[in-house]
């Protein structure tokens, strides 16, 4: 069936979830996975005509590849217990769901596995979803873990 699952994560106590179930469906199937982390767009900080100093935003980056890294070594400690191959990808999309859509295409991946934050419909209208939008945006079958 699939061969090659996109474990996706942003470290939330949902995804860590979604990823054990991930892999161990990945197990089940003879699957590889890919553990994707999308960087957090640097936010451009304007106050008094002033914009955030360039050692800030490195910092952060640095910061955000520091917490990313952290997140894919959980994906990838499971899928080692688990006997399963597994890589990983960070990038920095425009938004996650991009970036989640590009690693699937990018990766050949034929599944995209990830946790779905159980908002309120009135939350997902407001706020929006990750979830939704790859749903909307990849032609890659989406497997959502509530």
Known sequence: MFKHVLLPTDGSQVARKAIKAGVALAKELGAKVTAYYALDTVPYIYSNGHVISTAMLKDYEKRARERGAEYLADVEKAAKMAGIPCETLVTSPATPAQGIVAAAKRQKCDVI???????????SLLLGSVTQK????????VLVYR
């Open 113 to 123: 596995f990830m946790a779905s934050h159980g908002r309120s419909e009135l939350g």
């Open 134 to 141: 790859v749903l909307a945006q990849t032609k890659v079958p």
